[in-house]
């Protein structure tokens, strides 16, 4: 069972305000991701870290930032949202080393409405 | 363009029957192959995976074939149930790779019918 937590699970928030999707988990894992999905199409990494001050940008480009302080701790913030903002954002996390350690475990996603 | 293709949106079965999901890659780079079942609402959970060493990998119902030569991997359910109805994401990674995170098809949609 993965311990990997977001919070919130749903927010509908108005043009222009700054917002930041937590997430966290337990599993002592180094290895951090965020990723987007609009339904029906496939995840897109966006940003991941390999540790504690980590960050790099995925394959999608994102208007968002990320910061990775504690090991179990890697927030996302959007410092003015829009519509277009508007998608799911799922954290996943993993561990370094054999092929099974390297499998990515999904938190529940926050959901995200910018209007 | 897209290095994980999973060409069926959607997919029918019966109760207790198998279900098959298919999946193919471009990127040959690619030794390490997973398959994720997503609820509406809700994160992919992890299900089983392949290294491209291996041509099979079997977990309880579950199993995954690999055939590198095609650039396709599938994944059987038997029997199926109706849990097993969601949609199904194959992703793809290059061990020890620069970008750690995972390619994902956009998914097929598993319906389980009674």
């Known amino acids: 069972e993965a311990d990997i937590y977001q919070t919130p699970r749903y927010l509908v928030i108005g043009t222009g305000k700054k917002i930041t999707l937590e997430c966290s988990q337990t599993?002592?894992?180094?290895?951090m991701y965020w990723y987007q999905q609009d339904p029906g199409m496939e995840l897109h990494l966006i940003h991941y870290s390999y540790g504690v001050n980590s960050t790099e940008k995925g394959d999608l480009s994102s208007e968002s930032t990320v910061s990775r302080i504690r090991t179990e701790h890697f927030p996302l913030t959007l410092e003015s949202a829009r519509p277009s903002h508007t998608s799911q954002y799922l954290c996943a996390s993993s561990l370094s080393g054999h092929p099974i350690q390297e499998t990515q475990y999904f938190g529940p996603g926050t959901r995200l409405l910018v209007l | 363009d897209q290095q994980v293709k999973q060409n069926s949106p959607s997919l029918s079965v019966q109760e207790g029957r198998i279900s098959i999901l298919n999946c193919d890659y471009t990127n040959s780079m690619f030794d390490y192959f997973l398959w994720y079942k997503k609820y509406p609402a809700e994160g992919p959970t992890f299900l089983i995976s392949i290294s491209s060493i291996k041509d099979k990998n079997e977990d309880g119902r579950f199993t995954v074939f690999l055939n590198k030569s095609a650039k396709h991997l599938s994944l059987h359910i038997v029997p199926s149930q109706p849990g097993d109805s969601a949609v199904y994401f194959c992703?793809?990674?290059?061990?020890?790779?620069?970008?750690?995170?995972?390619?994902f098809g956009k998914g097929t949609h598993l319906i389980i019918q009674p």
């Open positions: 599993m002592g894992h180094d290895k």
């Open positions: 992703a793809a990674s290059v061990l020890g790779g620069g970008a750690d995170g995972l390619t």
